[in-house]
């Protein structure tokens, strides 16, 4: 069995064939699939599509992107969605340098609200860094040791190093089958017990699938991938890291 991390399978890229997608995704051996949110509106259909597919599984949270013109009661409303049963994480959180369609100060603040909500509920949080390394490791530093994991990794060994002392995994993504030098190397360098797959659908689709609308059950290649890299038994890559998300996000053995 595997574990496809992070999906976002209640995105409209979906919404003509979803019933097709979750079942190809449990024909592939996937168990269950972690859907987060990156906004009010895209928490809430992740929590509805947990009610609506007994594999799936939600988190809710307000992504760097939409950090800005946010309600007054954002903060109430994700804490309120992370009091249903099946949501087993905060997120997607963090910050994003790369495109920064929110104004730094903007995602910085709002990251930190959510990881404080993170620590008063004790959830781990799902967390997205691109392009920002350096506060993202000062925030997490100054907030203390946590629970969570840095999704769709593509920083180097020092970052990956720094952030599992800090109590998060690290979650690749089909970039492990692109030919990416930095993160190749973390693969190689990161010991499989502090290692997590995902697809990140809908983006990000694997090799073979390159140019495809990405969806769980492509998240295979990620693990063999990463057996292959690694020199191990692809049955140990899917046993740890399925282990992995599993105590993670406290999931049914």
Same mark, same amino acid.
């Given at each position: 069995? =595997? ?18 997608? &979750?079942? #190809?995704?449990?024909?592939?051996g996937?168990? $269950? ?13 992740? %929590? ?10 939600a ?29 087993? +994480? !905060? ?5 994003? $340098? ?7 100060e903007?995602? #910085? ?5 959510q =990881? /404080? ?5 004790? =959830? ?12 993202? *490791? *000062? ?17 180097? &060994?020092?970052?990956? #190093?720094?952030?599992v002392?800090?109590?998060? !995994? ?9 030919g990416?030098? %930095?993160?190749d190397?973390?693969?190689?360098e ?7 797959? /995902?697809?990140?659908?809908?983006? =990000?689709a694997? +090799?073979?699938? #390159? ?7 492509? %998240?295979t290649?990620v693990?063999?991938?990463?057996a292959?890299?690694? /020199? ?7 046993? *740890?890291?399925? /282990? ?10």
């Amino acid at each position: 069995m =595997l574990i496809d991390t992070h999906a976002h399978i209640q995105f409209g890229a979906y919404d003509e064939n979803r019933d097709a997608v &979750i079942e #190809r995704a449990l024909e592939a051996g996937i168990g $269950y699939i972690i859907c987060p949110g990156i906004d009010l509106e895209s928490s809430e259909q992740a %929590v509805q599509l947990a009610e609506e597919y007994e594999c799936v599984y939600a988190a809710a949270g307000i992504h760097p992107h939409e950090s800005t013109e946010l309600p007054d009661d954002w903060l109430y409303r994700i804490e309120d969605l992370c009091d249903h049963p099946l949501v087993v +994480a !905060l997120g997607e959180i963090g910050l994003d $340098y790369f495109k920064e369609y929110s104004p730094g100060e903007a995602q #910085r603040n709002t990251f930190r609200s959510q =990881l /404080e909500l993170a620590g008063d509920l004790a =959830l781990p949080i799902i967390v997205h860094n691109r392009d920002s390394d350096e506060d993202m *490791r *000062r925030i997490i530093t100054e907030a203390g040791p946590g629970n969570g994991v840095m999704h769709c990794f593509t920083s180097d &060994i020092r970052m990956a #190093r720094d952030m599992v002392d800090l109590g998060y !995994l690290i979650s690749f993504t089909g970039i492990a089958t692109f030919g990416n030098t %930095v993160v190749d190397n973390t693969i190689l360098e990161l010991p499989i017990d502090h290692m997590m797959v /995902e697809t990140d659908s809908p983006f =990000l689709a694997p +090799a073979p699938y #390159r140019g495809k609308t990405n969806e769980p059950a492509y %998240v295979t290649a990620v693990a063999d991938k990463i057996a292959e890299l690694k /020199e191990l038994d692809p049955a140990t890559v899917r046993e *740890r890291t399925t /282990e992995n998300a599993q105590q993670l996000f406290n999931l049914p053995l």
